[in-house]
């Protein structure tokens, strides 16, 4: 699907990728300061990177004015990286000011982003902060003078919840209360979690339930389905049941499918049987059985029928 991008996102996306003058993707030899984040496996990856003018009294007065960074990713990926380098040379920050740099200006900068790209934005500012604080045990700063809780740093140790993105507890539930995340879409629109198989989402310890411990309350639950409902769904006939099967997939799977650039197309409806193959970045991802499986087959199996079977044609 094509994405509503701004023109200051399009441009500064064609312009890296062209190596014009003034822009910055790139590496930095010896950098004073480098941080990562995102995985290639998970589809985002960023290494960032910067150089300062060295203080020689103080490194609490370094000033950064060299940025690269080198990222594999979509349009927004690359536009917000270039984004943050931009914002740090304009502004000549030191690097604990270029702390206050969230994903929020990044945003602002580039004009806004699709709500499904807004994660592109939160990887250039959680880079930033890796590279700072690479630059803070380079140059003797004391992590305390960053501002940053300690147990931020070691957020990569802890209990896996979303297993697709290996994104860990610690870090879902700090990106929930900075960012105001309320939602199981909100935290996948902006850091990726629970975007892929979805098995994370309710299960116990999941993104839902790391929501509720934090914000408090959880929606109460639909009431059952009457039994006269269920007996009607049971004497479908086959054109009602391809029906309610290719209305589930539009409403409630294309969605999910479209929040990452793929999509579904149906091959053939055969009684129970589902054929379809996916299409865009979904066609060629690893974890296409996956999706298939947890996404196509669970939500058809959810609210159509459980017994259909989704096969990949």
């Not at 690097?95 to 250039?124: F, R, T």
């Not at 994370?200 to 639909?222: N, S, V």
Request: hydrophobic share 40%; charged share 30%; net charge negative.
């Amino acid at each position: 699907m094509p994405w509503d991008y701004s023109d200051k996102v399009r441009q500064l996306f064609m312009d890296a990728v062209a190596g014009k003058a003034g822009t910055h993707m790139g590496e930095i030899p010896d950098a004073d300061g480098v941080g990562r984040h995102g995985s290639i496996a998970c589809g985002d990856a960023m290494e960032f990177m910067f150089r300062v003018e060295k203080d020689a009294d103080d490194p609490h007065r370094d000033r950064i004015v060299e940025s690269r960074y080198r990222t594999f990713g979509c349009t927004s990926a690359i536009a917000s990286s270039e984004a943050l380098c931009r914002l740090l040379e304009e502004r000549r920050l030191t690097p604990v000011e270029a702390l206050a740099i969230k994903n929020a200006d990044i945003v602002d900068y580039l004009d806004g982003l699709p709500p499904q790209k807004l994660h592109c934005s939160v990887m250039g500012a959680e880079a930033l902060q890796a590279a700072v604080v690479d630059w803070a045990r380079r140059r003797g700063v004391p992590s305390a003078d960053l501002g940053i809780d300690p147990a931020l740093l070691e957020e990569d140790e802890g209990r896996i919840v979303c297993r697709c993105f290996n994104l860990t507890e610690p870090y879902i539930r700090r990106k929930i209360k900075e960012l105001g995340l309320s939602t199981i879409d909100d935290v996948t629109a902006a850091i990726k979690a629970g975007g892929a198989c979805t098995a994370c989402h309710h299960e116990p310890g999941g993104i839902q339930d790391l929501l509720d411990e934090t914000w408090g309350g959880r929606p109460e639950p639909a009431p059952a389905r009457p039994a006269a409902e269920a007996q009607k769904k049971a004497h479908r006939t086959p054109y009602q049941l391809a029906k309610e099967i290719e209305r589930v997939l539009e409403q409630v799977v294309r969605p999910r499918l479209a929040a990452d650039g793929g999509d579904l197309e149906i091959v053939d409806i055969r009684d129970r049987k589902v054929f379809c193959r996916l299409q865009g970045v979904c066609a060629g991802c690893a974890g296409a059985r996956q999706t298939l499986r947890f996404v196509v087959e669970d939500a058809l199996r959810e609210a159509v029928d459980p017994e259909i079977t989704v096969i990949e044609v």
